[in-house]
């Protein structure tokens, strides 16, 4: 509930203030337009806090979840699933996060029957495959722009900042933020080939804390702080159409909405 000092307190006292002025039916409108938004705006709690461990072991970027440090993070399902036709569409994931002094770790281990890979360039689409995306806002709150890093078995990276409401009610993404980044991928199964059944794939990340740089005034990377963020997977089972189907870590509008911020989760860095 909002405290009597809140920002929404504040903003409905000066409401409430101008109501006299105000014709009744248009006071309705921006009255109810306003609870709407302040209902969509993050809650902090609304979603179980997502903890990333911290670790001081030298990390090999592999594929692999070799390094002990990942067995004692937080694992989480990416069990709330959009675009699901059929039960077999329900496929396991999970996600783990690492930071040290110089890095962001994370770690998707997706099982998959159907391994589906075709974008190859940069700032493509690789969310038209088998995908891992992760946003990131270097904050603990829901701000209108976030970090965007989608990739698929190929490593095709769609990297950006995306910008929400940025002008007139439209957003957009700066593509031409290319930052270095290490990734790799391992795959049990064959490529583009749904004869038969795969088993899964894995894809592990280390992103510099170097890539946000002037905006670690606001929550740096350091135990205790907060950022907000969402991870989710895609997958495209079927060849032809490419359907669509989705998981992520905490429940979102819908599947055309995953860069909605509003439904991002909080993560907590810890020792």
Known sequence: MPTLNS?????????????????????????????????????????????????DSPMEIDGKMNEPAWQKTETRSLDYFYGIEKDSDKQNATFRMLWDDAYLYAFFDCDDKFLTASETKRDGRPYMDDCAELFLIPAPDS???????????YKASNDFIYLDNIYQGKKGSVYSYNPEFQVEVTYNGTLNDNSDIDVGWTMELAIPLNLFRGMEKF??????????????????NDPEPRRRVCSTIFPVYGIENVHHARRFGLLEFVD
């Open 219 to 236: 929550s740096p990377v350091q135990a205790g702080n907060q950022w907000a963020f969402l991870a989710l997977r895609q997958e495209r």
């Open 143 to 153: 701000l209108e722009m976030h970090y965007g890093f989608e990739l698929n078995l």
């Open 7 to 55: 920002p929404y307190s504040l903003t409905m006292k000066i409401l409430f203030h101008h109501v006299a002025r105000v014709p009744l039916g248009l006071f309705c409108l921006l009255l109810c337009s306003y609870i709407i938004a302040q209902d969509k705006k993050l809650v902090l709690g609304e979603h179980q806090l997502f903890h990333a461990s911290h670790t």
